[in-house]
């Protein structure tokens, strides 16, 4: 059954920059971009790094730990060592705040 | 006709040859060969998370549970490549002979041995494989004494683990002091502290001049500062050397290292090279790296070109590294005639900045990884930076890169 989360206000997340959301057990990382919101998973796929800690370009995240860069819209892995895709959930802007729909 | 391609190592260079020669010719029979009895694992974690025994190598692999299987590459493992024919284009293992149009020799290296204190010895420990850490592992019980010889990254993270397991431990280094080869003095003391600070004591500018087992097991150290020292156990950390002999069986070119060209290219047409094994030689420089993004990133290269491609590789020397709670991270070329600029960003965190005429050269933070990737592009793109805008936290790093990213 999917379940409609509430991650953060829109005002929270600086324009190029993300936050970590930790929220029904789980950690988030929410980006904007020039205004559009996207939604990952916030722990990298390779290693301990947290992706809202990185280095943001443009549609690109780099993990700050090794290195590794995925495609926040899609999860594609666009750098190693990473080698796994990066869970990514459509960004559901309502009421000034973002949401996500989650299993 | 299918191109073959045999990539010999089953390093991170061996690997990202195989996964890019395989994704830029999907049609291609890749064949990844290894000599050890292990799917490709990092290793890294070798001289942390798996001497803590939080890890097992093989939960570590590098190209992810069944990633060589899913992506078609060929893996034959516990085989040793014994010589290459370079005039028949086969490359003879323990295993049979191997054809191939396009070759990778992703060798890597070995350690650089202490002639009184051999690989192999009892009670004394070299560190590179899986194989390796698990026997190290195995000796080291609380109270026991280790000796390190060596105060590079492996040495001390080997010891900031087996300070965890409540080994005591003295570290021999040959240096005034510890990695030397890469860090400054501010640094190098910063880290220093934390190490003391758990119970480690550092004889530095020292090494050993003899040792002897005892008849109870232990081994007895003398050292060139007129110390002796009972331990239990040796490691010894004293660097690595590139491991060109499968190379020289094919009388390819070599000095300290496979040569290569930025293509990758070595002196015998369709062989490649990648990784510790090599020497990059370009116009004006001839440079030999060890650390584990130039493995990926000039294993990459190699790959592709092995499929057909004409890359070139920059290189950039980077490296990190976990001790306690310190999370260190290097990039670029240690100078001389520099001028030192720390960034304080916490308690705990710094970055310290080697300069000259306004382009940053070499960097190592400290729990900074927030900042490090934006100083990878500083020096990467050899941006000029003010030295005040450097130690101000107020001014982010970002905003230096911003700033003279040309507009777009």
């Not at chain 1, 005002?11 to 980006?31: C, K, M, N, S």
């Not at chain 2, 025994?53 to 590459?73: M, N, S, V, Y």
């Not at chain 2, 370079?86 to 049979?96: K, M, Y």
Request: with cysteine.
């Amino acid at each position: 059954m999917t379940n409609k989360i509430k991650l953060c206000l829109i005002d929270e997340v600086l324009e190029g920059t993300a936050i970590r959301v930790d929220t029904e057990g789980r950690a988030f990382a929410v980006y904007n971009v020039a205004g559009q919101f996207f939604v990952t998973d916030d722990t990298c796929t390779h290693g301990p790094g947290s992706l809202s800690e990185g280095f943001i370009d443009g549609h690109i995240v780099e993990c700050n730990f090794h290195n590794g860069q995925f495609d926040i819209r899609t999860g594609e892995v666009v750098a190693p060592p990473c080698i796994i895709p990066l869970k990514t959930y459509p960004a559901i802007v309502e009421d000034d705040a973002v949401f996500i729909n989650i299993d | 006709m299918a191109r073959k391609i045999i990539v010999v190592g089953g390093g991170p260079a061996g690997v990202f040859a195989a996964l890019e020669a395989k994704r830029v010719d999907p049609a291609a029979v890749v064949t990844l060969v290894s000599e050890e009895r292990f799917e490709p694992y990092e290793r890294p974690p070798l001289s942390k998370a798996v001497l803590l025994g939080t890890a097992k190598a093989e939960d570590t692999l590098i190209a992810g549970p069944g990633g060589f299987a899913q992506r078609g590459i060929a893996l034959k493992l516990g085989t040793r490549c014994v010589a290459i024919d370079p005039d028949a284009r086969i490359v003879n293992t323990t295993d049979g002979s191997l054809p191939y149009d396009s070759l990778v020799l992703a060798t890597g290296s070995r350690m650089r041995e202490l002639p009184d204190l051999p690989f192999g010895g009892q009670n004394v420990h070299y560190l590179r494989t899986a194989d390796d850490a698990i026997r190290f592992k195995s000796e080291l019980s609380p109270g026991s004494h280790l000796l390190i010889i060596g105060a590079g990254l492996i040495g001390l993270e080997a010891a900031a683990s087996a300070a965890a397991l409540g080994v005591r431990i003295t570290v021999i280094e040959a240096a005034s002091s510890l990695m030397a080869r890469t860090c400054d003095r501010l640094t190098a003391a910063r880290i220093a502290a934390e190490h003391e600070k758990h119970g480690i004591n550092f004889e530095l500018s020292t090494s050993v001049i003899r040792s002897s087992k005892q008849p109870d097991g232990t081994l007895l150290v003398e050292t060139s500062n007129g110390k002796t020292f009972s331990a239990q156990a040796i490691l010894v950390a004293i660097g690595v050397k590139p491991d060109d002999t499968l190379a020289v069986t094919a009388s390819i070119a070599v000095d300290d290292g496979i040569l290569v060209d930025a293509e990758c290219r070595t002196s015998i047409p369709n062989i490649f090279a990648a990784g510790d094994a090599t020497r990059l030689v370009g116009p004006g420089f001839s440079e030999r790296q060890e650390n584990w993004r130039h493995a990926q990133d000039q294993g990459a290269v190699a790959g592709r070109n092995a499929a057909g491609a004409a890359e070139k590789y920059v290189p950039l020397p980077s490296y990190w590294s976990e001790q306690y709670d310190l999370y260190i991270q290097g990039i670029g070329r240690p100078a001389q005639n520099v001028q030192n600029v720390i960034r304080t960003i916490s308690e705990s965190g710094a970055i310290s900045f080697e300069v000259k005429d306004g382009i940053i050269e070499h960097a190592i933070g400290i729990n900074a990884q927030r900042d490090m990737a934006a100083v990878r592009r500083l020096i990467e793109r050899r941006v000029k930076v003010d030295l005040t805008a450097l130690k101000d936290t107020k001014r982010p790093l970002n905003a230096l890169l911003k700033a003279a990213a040309p507009a777009s």
